[in-house]
C-alpha cells in the first residue's frame, strides 16, 4: 500500500508544477549552487545579479534552512531545488559565523534554451501514467514542411536534457546536432525532471521513464511539421539500452547509440566494478576477492529483488563492499535496476531491422568496449553492415575528452571535442541527404 505521506508529497509538487491551465510552469533559476554538508549547505558560485545576490547572499554563506525546513542532506537539497518555481517566494536561514539572518526573495524563472538559427519550442504531455513531463522541439529556422526528426532518450540520472550553458559533453553535442543537421531534434524529460510534474525522479522506477518515452514517441509521430518517414532514436547511456526496446513499438529510420549496454545488467555492474577499482589502484588479488563478493551482491540485489540494505542484512560479510544507498544506486531505487535487469536488450537489437550508429568513448570506464563490440555482432548477423562502431578517441561516457584514462575517471581536465557533431552529421547524411530533407 502506498504511504497516504508520500501521496500528499506528490501530489503537492505536481501541484506546485503547473499552472491553473495544466500547463508546466518552469524551473527556478535560484542563481547559486549549494554543496551539502552534515548539517546545512554551503553557497558556491554566486551570481551577482541574481536575486539572491541582490538580496544580501553571499559566497560561502551556510544555508540551514529554506522556509523552514532543515537541510540535512544532498537529498534536502534536491528536495528544496524540486519544490520551487520561478516566481516562487523563498526564505533561506543563512548561518555567517556565530550570526543567523533570514532573507527572502522571488526566484526568477531560469532562460528557456536559445540556439542560433533555431527555432526553439517549449511543450508538455501527459504520460499514460498521468504524469505531465517538459517535451522541447528544435527545428532550424529556414526549414519549411516536414524534417527528419531525432528523438533523444537519455540517461538513467535525474539531471535535465535541457538548460544548462555550456553544459557537458551530452548538452553541447545535442546543441551542436541541433544547430547544424539540419534535422529537427525532440528532447522529453522524465517525470519528477526539470519542468515535469510527477513524483520526485530519485523515487521513480523505470516504468514511469519508459511511459514518458513512448509518449514523446506517440506525439513526435503525430507532428505535422515531422517528416515520419524518418525519425531516428538517439540513446544516451542507458537510453543506448532502452532505444532498441523502444524500436520495437515504433517504426524507426535509424538509431544512434552512445554509453549503453546490450547485455544484462548485472554483467555491466561486474564490469563497472573491475574497471573501478584498477583505476583506484587496487592488487589483481583485491580485485579478484572483491569481484566474488560483488557477484553474490548483485544476484541477491538484481535477481532476487533484494534492497542493497536487505542484502547486507543477510549477508552482513559483503558490507565492506557497499558504498552507495541502503535503498538504492546511483540517484534511483533498487527497484529501478531490477526492472532493467529484467530487459532483454539483446533479443530487442536482434530485431533492429534500422542502420545503427554506435559510439563509443575510448576512455569510456563506465561502458566497457564488449558492450559496443556486442551491439555490431548482434545487428550485423542478421543485416550485414548495417551496423558502424565509431570510437572516439580519449572521450569518456559523457562526451568529454581527457589527457589520459585516469584522468576521465576523475574527471580531470575535460574538454569537449566537437568533431563528433560532424562524424553524426555526416552519418545522418548519408542516410538523408540534405536535398531530400523537407517535404
Known amino acids: 500500500m502506498r504511504d497516504p505521506a508520500l501521496s500528499l508529497l506528490a501530489a503537492a509538487l505536481l501541484s506546485s508544477a503547473t499552472n491553473e491551465s495544466g500547463e508546466l510552469r518552469r524551473r527556478a533559476d535560484w542563481g547559486f549552487r549549494i554543496a551539502a554538508e552534515s548539517s546545512g549547505a554551503t553557497v558556491r558560485m554566486l551570481r551577482h545579479d541574481s536575486a539572491a545576490g541582490a538580496a544580501g547572499l553571499r559566497e560561502g554563506d551556510r544555508i540551514v534552512a529554506i522556509d523552514g525546513h532543515a537541510l540535512d542532506g544532498s537529498s534536502a537539497i534536491a528536495a528544496a531545488r524540486r519544490r520551487f518555481r520561478g516566481g516562487d517566494r523563498i526564505r533561506l536561514q543563512v548561518a555567517r559565523g556565530d550570526r543567523t539572518e533570514t532573507l527572502s526573495f522571488a526566484l ?142 515504433h517504426r524507426m529510420a535509424g538509431i544512434i547509440v552512445s554509453g549503453g549496454f546490450s547485455r544484462t545488467w548485472l554483467e555491466h555492474m561486474l564490469e563497472i566494478e573491475r574497471a573501478r577499482l584498477s583505476l583506484e589502484g587496487e592488487s589483481a588479488a583485491r580485485i579478484n576477492r572483491d569481484l566474488r563478493g560483488f557477484a553474490d551482491f548483485y544476484s541477491l540485489y538484481l535477481n532476487q529483488g533484494l534492497t542493497p540494505a536487505q542484502v547486507l542484512a543477510r549477508r552482513p560479510d559483503l558490507a565492506p563492499l557497499w558504498y552507495d544507498a541502503p535503498d538504492g544506486q546511483y540517484g534511483r531505487p533498487a527497484a529501478y535496476y531490477q526492472q532493467v535487469q529484467r530487459l532483454n536488450v539483446e533479443e530487442a537489437w536482434a530485431m533492429v531491422d534500422a542502420p545503427v550508429l554506435v559510439l563509443r568513448g575510448e576512455y569510456d570506464w563506465i561502458m566497457s568496449p564488449a558492450e559496443s563490440q556486442h551491439v555490431l555482432e548482434i545487428v550485423n548477423a542478421r543485416h550485414p553492415g548495417h551496423a558502424t562502431l565509431v570510437t572516439l578517441r580519449r572521450t569518456d561516457h559523457n562526451l568529454s575528452v581527457y589527457a589520459t584514462p585516469l584522468a576521465a575517471y576523475r574527471d580531470s581536465g575535460g574538454t569537449f571535442d566537437d568533431q563528433v557533431i560532424d562524424l553524426v552529421i555526416a552519418w545522418l547524411d548519408e542516410r538523408v541527404p540534405s536535398a531530400a530533407r523537407s517535404r
Open 108 to 249: 526568477a524563472p531560469l532562460a528557456e534554451e536559445r540556439i542560433e538559427d533555431c527555432e526553439v519550442h517549449y511543450g508538455s504531455l501527459v504520460t499514460p501514467r498521468g504524469d505531465r513531463v517538459r517535451t522541447v522541439f528544435t527545428r532550424p529556422s529556414a526549414a519549411s514542411g516536414r524534417i527528419p526528426t531525432l528523438v533523444f532518450i537519455p540517461w538513467l540520472s535525474c539531471d535535465a536534457v535541457e538548460g544548462e550553458v555550456p553544459g557537458d559533453g551530452w548538452m553541447q553535442l545535442l546543441r551542436g546536432l541541433a544547430a547544424r543537421s539540419g534535422w529537427a531534434l525532440y528532447r522529453v524529460e522524465k517525470p519528477g525532471v526539470g519542468d515535469s510534474g510527477g513524483s520526485d525522479c530519485a523515487h521513480n522506477d523505470l516504468e514511469a521513464d519508459l511511459a514518458a518515452f513512448r509518449a514523446a514517441l506517440d506525439d513526435v509521430a503525430r507532428r505535422p511539421d515531422v517528416d515520419a518517414n524518418h525519425i531516428m532514436l538517439f540513446g544516451g547511456s542507458i537510453g543506448g539500452a532502452l532505444a532498441p526496446i523502444l524500436a520495437r513499438e
